[in-house]
């Protein structure tokens, strides 16, 4: 009887150059034809003769060895420093604005200003130009069901058909649903009393002291305001690159005129240091 081989199905591509000895689990090197990597389905080929059919071989079991060396400590320390790097970035962007934020709810308490009339200890706070006013406002609608009737013949008169129509409709009419439309644009002043809106062929204002709510969408750039003086709520819209820095004033503004800018930069300085307290740690190598 002959001695058999070990070889790859031809259907995996078996390249004999590509075989490499591999460790065993119990820390040995296998000899003979196990010693060549079996994880991929090699077939044991016994010789002819044998009688019996080609079996497929199990495969080995792995070793998984981790790598360690200089060359792949440098690169973990590069990775964890870059990673550091944007972390400290974004960590430093946020406690600027913060900072910045703090600063001016503490030393300022409005300007003067000559676009519009302000009345005696009236200060302006912040100023939007190329605001728009918004409205619901609703689209045309449309007639639904209607039906054309039944036509029938009366006979002729002058030598000319005559029919008359019975049955005939409109069916009812379906209102269209209200959208927010632009209907003015100009410039918006937050003062410490109220908030004006100045358009080409509009002017609102909104004073705090009949102020009911105020809602606030960041992602579209707008700001509602409802009064009690008016039926209808007022929308600005402003843009979402503006929205913080609106938000901000407008609660400065409310605050001085609400006599509460004590807590709102109570409010800041603990935002502030809980934003110093999640300062990024920087890795060993960074930190030398």
């Not at 460790?23 to 060549?36: D, I, K, R, S, V």
Request: charge should be positive; proline fraction near 6%.
């Amino acid at each position: 009887m002959g001695t058999g081989s070990w070889r790859r199905p031809p259907e995996h591509g078996f390249r004999p150059d590509a075989v490499r000895p591999i460790q065993n689990m119990t820390g040995e090197w296998p000899q003979g034809p196990l010693a060549l990597l079996s994880g991929a389905g090699l077939e044991y080929v016994r010789p002819r003769g044998t009688g019996r059919r080609p079996q497929a071989a199990r495969p080995l079991p792995l070793k998984l060895v981790e790598v360690t060396g200089p060359v792949f400590e440098k690169h973990h320390e590069k990775k964890a420093e870059k990673e550091y790097e944007e972390a400290f970035g974004k960590w430093q962007a946020e406690r600027d604005g913060y900072a910045e934020l703090l600063r001016v709810a503490e030393g300022f308490a409005g300007s003067e200003t000559a676009d519009i009339m302000l009345s005696p200890g009236e200060a302006l706070f912040y100023k939007v130009a190329g605001a728009a006013l918004i409205e619901e406002r609703s689209a045309k609608g449309h007639w639904q069901g209607g039906s054309a009737g039944v036509s029938v013949p009366l006979g002729s008169l002058h030598g000319r058909a005559v029919r008359y129509r019975v049955g005939a409709t409109r069916g009812h009419y379906v209102q269209a649903a209200p959208t927010l439309t632009a209907i003015d644009t100009g410039t918006m002043y937050v003062t410490n009393r109220r908030v004006v809106f100045a358009g080409a062929r509009q002017t609102r204002e909104c004073a705090f002291a009949k102020l009911i709510e105020v809602r606030h969408s960041d992602e579209e750039g707008s700001t509602t305001f409802a009064v009690s003086n008016r039926q209808k709520p007022t929308t600005v819209h402003y843009g979402p690159q503006l929205s913080a820095s609106f938000d901000f004033r407008l609660d400065l503004a409310l605050a001085h005129y609400r006599g509460t800018v004590a807590a709102l930069v109570g409010q800041l300085t603990q935002a502030l240091a809980q934003v110093d307290a999640s300062r990024p740690v920087a890795p060993t190598a960074a930190a030398r």
